[in-house]
């Protein structure tokens, strides 16, 4: 179908007419021709969910929609998961997750630096997250680009043995570890208190998982949460994980989404990881996001 022949509907009951185009790269699919402020069918949202497994991050257009409307689409793959950081939460909306550089009255509207640095969203939770939709609300002129690698592609492309390596490994993933470094370079994280703490103790999850619906390998570690590779010495396990690293982002394995006006990015944090460079204050970058939890990663 092309994008020429794309019909929105709005008559009451009446069905979207959408195409689902990939981006050409390494993950990424746009859906063109759905509003997500209308109704979708339940056989709609299977495609959907398919497009996401299979691409690993799918762009919905132009989508005008309310806070509750970004919920309550959000909910339909899962329930929602809360983040800790709860002054940054969308009052009255404790389901969305303010992510922004814009400062009111000294004092920061959103989550500054949520894409300081690679990492795939509450890997470490017990259940990590599915995946995160994110609306943007405000975005500057520019340096506003939000970064996706695939990390199943990154453990296809490992060589033999460094899988052998790595098989039956686990490792450690902690928001406390994160949460410490980021905060040494950003005036705007307060101390957590230790209720905070206690909600998120370390988990140890597997360093090669299998994707619950697609069935690949995936490479599941991160720069961001991923502490150490339990069973051996530190400087090994911290050598090791700078090259994992730097093979799971790698330019050919890395779709750059610059954002348009009222854009919904939906990625899979079970294949994928993502990175934002913090935007200068000037520019001002306000987005909404909501995270769909996940399975235990087996």
């Given at each position: 179908?092309s994008?020429?022949?794309?019909e929105?509907t709005?008559?009451?009951g009446?069905?979207?007419?959408f195409e689902?185009?990939?981006?050409g790269?390494?993950?990424?699919?746009?859906?063109?021709?759905?509003?997500l402020?209308l109704p979708?069918?339940?056989?709609?949202l299977?495609?959907?969910?398919a497009?996401?497994v299979?691409?690993?991050?799918v762009?919905?257009?132009?989508?005008?929609?309310?806070?509750?409307?970004h919920v309550?689409?959000?909910r339909?793959?899962?329930?929602?998961q809360?983040?800790v950081?709860n002054?940054f939460?969308?009052q009255?909306y404790?389901?969305?997750?303010?992510?922004?550089?814009?400062?009111?009255?000294?004092k920061?509207?959103?989550?500054?630096?949520?894409?300081?640095?690679?990492h795939?969203?509450?890997?470490y939770?017990?259940?990590?997250?599915l995946?995160?939709?994110?609306h943007s609300q405000e975005?500057?002129?520019?340096?506003g680009?939000?970064?996706?690698?695939?990390?199943a592609n990154a453990y296809?492309?490992?060589?033999?043995?460094?899988?052998?390596l790595l098989?039956?490994?686990?490792a450690v993933?902690s928001?406390?570890y994160?949460y410490e470094?980021?905060?040494k370079?950003?005036p705007w994280?307060?101390?957590?208190?230790q209720?905070?703490i206690?909600?998120?103790?370390p988990?140890e999850h597997?360093v090669i998982t299998t994707?619950p619906e697609?069935g690949r390998k995936?490479?599941?570690?991160?720069?961001g949460f991923t502490?150490h590779?339990?069973?051996?010495?530190?400087d090994?396990?911290d050598?090791?994980?700078?090259q994992?690293?730097?093979?799971?982002?790698?330019p050919?394995?890395?779709?750059?989404?610059?954002?348009q006006?009222?854009d919904?990015?939906?990625w899979d944090?079970?294949?994928t990881?993502?990175?934002a460079?913090i935007t200068p204050?000037?520019l001002r970058?306000?987005?909404?996001r909501t995270t769909v939890?996940?399975d235990v990663p087996?």
């Amino acid at each position: 179908m092309s994008v020429d022949t794309l019909e929105r509907t709005r008559a009451p009951g009446s069905r979207q007419s959408f195409e689902i185009r990939p981006l050409g790269g390494p993950l990424g699919a746009e859906v063109i021709g759905l509003d997500l402020d209308l109704p979708v069918a339940d056989d709609q949202l299977a495609d959907l969910r398919a497009a996401l497994v299979a691409h690993g991050v799918v762009v919905f257009r132009d989508q005008r929609i309310t806070p509750q409307q970004h919920v309550d689409f959000s909910r339909r793959f899962g329930p929602l998961q809360v983040h800790v950081l709860n002054r940054f939460h969308l009052q009255n909306y404790p389901e969305i997750l303010i992510v922004s550089n814009v400062v009111e009255n000294g004092k920061p509207i959103g989550l500054v630096d949520a894409g300081a640095d690679w990492h795939s969203d509450l890997s470490y939770m017990p259940k990590p997250s599915l995946g995160a939709l994110l609306h943007s609300q405000e975005l500057p002129t520019e340096r506003g680009d939000t970064l996706y690698a695939n990390t199943a592609n990154a453990y296809d492309t490992l060589p033999l043995e460094i899988k052998k390596l790595l098989e039956g490994k686990t490792a450690v993933h902690s928001y406390v570890y994160r949460y410490e470094r980021l905060r040494k370079l950003s005036p705007w994280r307060p101390e957590l208190t230790q209720k905070q703490i206690d909600e998120v103790p370390p988990v140890e999850h597997p360093v090669i998982t299998t994707h619950p619906e697609s069935g690949r390998k995936i490479l599941f570690v991160s720069e961001g949460f991923t502490s150490h590779i339990v069973g051996i010495a530190r400087d090994e396990s911290d050598e090791l994980l700078k090259q994992l690293h730097a093979h799971i982002t790698r330019p050919e394995n890395v779709y750059t989404h610059k954002w348009q006006a009222h854009d919904m990015v939906f990625w899979d944090n079970r294949s994928t990881q993502h990175y934002a460079a913090i935007t200068p204050q000037h520019l001002r970058r306000t987005l909404y996001r909501t995270t769909v939890e996940g399975d235990v990663p087996r």
